[in-house]
């Protein structure tokens, strides 16, 4: 097997040194009935071609984003990478370093850490960010938890617009603790129901913005309701490209900032490996309950600047059973990206790809609002909006699929049985005119 | 300082405060180059990409226009580059060499897995496409969940859990509402072991239960009588690793698996050390109920730096209808997902995170697997026993094993060798990065005292084997030998000396931040 280095040779000489007469003596602590005899039921090994023919054959059962008009979003985007970001994810240095448990070697990660927490910050307007989540609806559940440790309440309001599966997956992390999770009827419109949910036992409530229809939200009244009641906004996001041109939560009153990364360095992937960002401010209740990894400055034995993993004392591996959050990992090489990648945009690229995206949703809302019978639903929105339709979203998405169209998400998919008129569509810097065009064409003729 | 005198201009503050060297003027020596932040580098006004003109269309942003200031420095392609190309060689990694971290498995990443993660079909592909658009993407999850389910022998595999620490909770999640659906709520306590990792007892707590600890006997594995008298009506099940933190096979798991389903508690398997045993060995067949599989570690998906991980979690008969959503089906020749709680036929425990778990480790494992194949990771387990057990053979004359009798992947030694040489097991490891070798994990298990758990893998070669057991000798024969002022500077060959991580605690600086100073320079 050609990641095995030991010839037959080595192993004898091995066992020998070990002072065992074959491999099975090594192995004598498992109970009897548990030994296999033999091999496992599964095929046997094959080389790098064969594996590599046999996993293309699956890919090429998919249609991928690039090989269509693509207006996917609800959740996840199509962005172009810059080529630089996947040639350096794939750095020997970064691709196969483990956590930076020995930061004297292990600098290159911590560093790069120190740099995503800082443009995590900057972005969603807050004081400090951690070192990254599994994802946006995970790092959502977490900063549930972590506001009610702060404030010692125990019920958790989120608005019915945040994306149902950050919802839920916010009630599983909630499920078993002491802390209750309301949601608020999802629809269009304001945020009036969710003041309104406010009270002495709010802990938190979660606004998502741009929300999952694509609508945007000022989060200044209900911030100012929130904290008159001593309850933590958590204003959540999920496309992350909207913060170089819409306002950021934290100059919004927002007390955490929680959303998905995807969009900057990750790429698709069918939902997964993404990267969770969790900001918050400077405060200390705050940092000391903050879930996941940090890195923090120090200096060497030198008194030269470095990093390190630092606050672990909020951890697993230190508290146990009295840790913040039982996570362990964060998205690692997916924050490398993220950092990348925004190195590569900076301010001027980041605003400019925004604007574009924005202008891009602009002409697709223009488009898709022309055709007769199509609404569109918002009035406000970054790069994704919601559209109303004169038949069943999910069967005009199959057929707008059988004539090669991927038209976004039937908002029904999401929330079962419900708006099941309504469609919702993205449109990105890779969406070109055509592409749209051919869209609405294709739109027009199913309805 | 001293440089003024010999008549070149210092900056060696400035060096120094951005982590460059003090004795070179550059702060660079050699192939070691000093690089600041992109804060220090970069500016607002540049750029690595180039994109169209935005046309000037008029904002529909509903007044939402951002005020705030960002402060985003941005490079150049060349800059971009050679930034992170620099950072990337003040890392270890396991390219590199031997990264002995025990729990971690560093094992060598195939390339072809990479390959195979970006072919179109699996990176370019959105979670929500129509299921007609994707059938190669959810058949390649029904694949990998055959094979794992084969592999363990377990019924049912839970796929979306995103990591090792996710996949405990998914287990746990499941049987808790295991319990509820039974009326079995009041089974609140759970039995974890002393030696066990630290997400076992986080997790547990995450899911409403109580720890109950449960101490090791002098052999490293479960005190059985003391397990015996924690056993009652109000256990809900036990939290155990196998082969456990201390490199041992637990040789009463069976008798540990029936009595915790006598009393009416279930068998949840931390699956961190599933390397030792793939292909010989089923946890299926050791009566475990629930176990996670860290993608991560057994089938070799790189670690990244600390993530992304995956932790597909198998799940017996009793714990199955629990199986959060969503997962895959196959109806008619066709793959479904089933979504969402309404849709389902069990009682899924709820939903772990959005979308379908993590795609781009999926398809990574799989090319693993159908590499290696059901002979090749028999043989990996075999390997991966064998270099543990040779290190230890090879290295209990000068250092001391914390247990007697053979281990299996991961040889763990405590620090009586270096009793009364003034040499702490952190002054051992630091001495080992000198060394050019990643330091083993320290301090872990806890139940032994200055532990240091090596696991070498199966992909280290005999000789490489070889050469890092040759130093480690020579390393605990040097601090036996009084060396030990060496070994408290160390290291004094890595890309930093010892790092302060009590300052870094007590006076947390987490990110960048503009001062009058740099804020001037970057304008520059």
Not at chain 2, 104 to 113: A, E, F, Y
Not at chain 2, 197 to 213: L, R, S
Request: hydrophobic share 40%; charged share 20%.
């Amino acid at each position: 097997m050609r990641y095995l280095p030991h010839t037959d040779t080595d192993r004898k000489a091995m066992l020998d040194a070990i002072g065992v007469a074959s491999m099975d003596a090594l192995f004598t602590d498992v109970p009897e009935a548990a030994r296999l005899d033999g091999l496992i039921d599964l095929p046997k090994k094959q080389g790098e071609l064969q594996v590599e023919r046999a996993m293309a054959a699956l890919s090429a059962k998919n249609i991928s984003a690039s090989s269509a008009p693509f207006f996917v979003g609800a959740g996840a985007y199509k962005h172009h990478i810059p080529s630089t970001v996947d040639h350096l994810i794939q750095r020997s240095e970064f691709l196969t370093a483990y956590t930076p448990y020995q930061p004297e070697i292990s600098q290159g990660t911590l560093q790069t850490l120190f740099e995503f927490q800082t443009q995590v910050a900057q972005l969603t307007g807050m004081d400090v960010a951690n070192a990254s989540m599994y994802d946006g609806s995970t790092a959502c559940a977490e900063a549930v938890m972590m506001a009610a440790r702060v404030t010692r309440r125990m019920k958790g309001v989120l608005a019915g617009n945040v994306h149902p599966h950050y919802v839920e997956a916010t009630k599983t992390l909630a499920k078993y603790s002491d802390v209750s999770i309301e949601v608020t009827e999802p629809g269009p419109g304001g945020l009036d129901a969710l003041i309104a949910a406010i009270d002495e036992e709010t802990a938190c409530v979660v606004v998502q913005t741009p929300d999952v229809f694509g609508q945007l939200h000022d989060l200044r009244a209900i911030s100012e309701a929130a904290h008159a009641k001593g309850a933590l906004v958590i204003a959540a996001f999920t496309e992350v490209v909207s913060l170089g041109l819409v306002e950021a939560p934290g100059a919004m009153g927002a007390d955490i900032a929680v959303g998905e990364g995807q969009s900057i360095g990750v790429g698709l992937n069918f939902g997964g490996p993404y990267v969770g960002l969790f900001a918050c401010k400077d405060d200390r209740r705050f940092i000391r309950q903050m879930p996941g990894r940090l890195a923090g400055e120090t200096v060497d034995a030198d008194g030269r600047r470095g990093y390190v993993l630092t606050l672990s004392t909020r951890e697993q591996h230190i508290r146990r059973d009295k840790a913040t959050s039982n996570i362990c990992t964060n998205a690692g090489l997916c924050s490398l990206a993220f950092t990348i990648h925004m190195t590569l945009l900076g301010e001027m690229g980041l605003t400019q790809l925004a604007r574009i995206n924005h202008e891009t949703a602009c002409d697709l809302a223009d488009a898709l609002g022309a055709i007769e019978g199509v609404d569109v639903i918002n009035g406000a929105f970054f790069n994704e909006f919601a559209v109303r339709l004169p038949r069943p979203a999910a069967e005009v998405v199959d057929q707008l699929a059988k004539v090669g169209v991927l038209g976004g998400v039937p908002a029904s998919r999401l929330f079962p049985g419900q708006f099941e008129d309504v469609l919702l569509v993205a449109a990105t810097e890779t969406n070109t005119l055509d592409d749209i065009a051919i869209f609405a064409k294709a739109l027009a003729g199913v309805l | 300082m001293g440089m003024n005198t010999q008549g070149r201009p210092t900056r060696m503050a400035e060096n120094i405060a951005t982590g460059g060297y003090a004795d070179t003027t550059s702060g660079s020596r050699g192939l070691e180059q000093a690089e600041p932040l992109i804060y220090e580098r970069g500016s607002t006004e540049q750029t690595g990409v180039d994109l169209p003109e935005p046309k000037g269309t008029a904002l529909r942003l509903g007044g939402l226009e951002r005020k705030s200031v960002l402060g985003l420095p941005g490079l150049s392609e060349p800059e971009t580059m050679r930034h992170y190309v620099r950072l990337s060689r003040k890392n270890y990694a396991i390219d590199l060499g031997l990264y002995p971290l025990g729990s971690c498995t560093m094992k060598h990443n195939p390339r072809l897995n990479e390959k195979v993660a970006r072919m179109p079909g699996f990176a370019d592909v959105h979670p929500l496409q129509p299921a007609s658009t994707v059938q190669g993407a959810y058949e390649v999850i029904d694949l990998l969940a055959h094979w794992l389910k084969t592999l363990t022998g377990m019924p049912a595999v839970a796929m979306s859990p995103k990591a090792g620490a996710h996949g405990e909770f998914c287990g746990m999640m499941a049987i808790r509402a295991k319990l509820d659906a039974d009326g079995q709520s009041h089974r609140r306590r759970v039995l974890v072991p002393e030696s066990a990792h630290g997400t076992n007892p986080a997790t547990a707590v995450q899911c409403g239960f109580v720890c109950d600890e449960i101490p090791a006997d002098a052999t490293g594995r479960v005190d059985m009588e003391a397990f015996k008298a924690k056993l009652g009506d109000d256990v809900a099940g036990i939290m155990l690793t196998n082969p456990n933190t201390c490199g041992l096979f637990e040789r009463d798991i069976r008798e540990i698996a029936d009595l915790i389903h006598e009393a009416g508690g279930y068998f949840y398997c931390d699956g961190a050390n599933f390397n030792a045993i793939v292909g010989r060995v089923r946890p299926g067949d050791l009566g475990v109920d629930a176990m996670h599989i860290n993608l991560h570690k057994t089938f070799s998906t790189p670690h990244g730096g600390g993530g992304p991980g995956a932790g597909p979690t198998v799940l017996s008969e009793a714990l199955a209808p629990f199986a959060p959503v969503p997962y895959t089906v196959h109806r008619n020749g066709v793959f479904e997902m089933v979504e969402h709680e309404g849709q389902s036929d069990g009682q899924p425990f709820g939903r772990m995170a959005a979308f379908h778990g993590q795609m781009g480790m999926f398809t990574r494992a799989l090319t693993y697997m159908l590499s290696h194949g059901s002979d090749g990771l028999k043989q990996v387990a075999d390997d991966a026993v064998l270099n543990a057990n040779y290190i230890q053979a090879r290295l209990k004359h000068v250092m001391t094993p914390a247990f007697e009798g053979t281990c299996m992947h991961e040889a763990l030694f405590d620090d009586r060798f270096l009793k009364d040489t003034g040499v702490t097991t952190l002054d051992f490891a630091k001495a080992m990065i000198d060394e050019g070798y990643h330091p083993m994990t320290m301090y872990f298990p806890l139940v032994v005292h200055g532990a240091m758990l090596i696991e070498p893998t199966e992909t280290e070669s005999k000789s490489g084997l070889d050469r890092f057991i040759d130093t480690l000798e020579a390393l605990a024969e040097a601090a036996k030998a009084g060396e030990t002022a060496r070994f408290q500077a160390a290291p004094v060959h890595a890309p930093t000396k010892r790092l302060d991580e009590t300052r870094a605690a007590r006076q947390p600086v987490l990110r960048w931040t503009p001062t009058e100073s740099n804020e001037m320079e970057a304008a520059e």
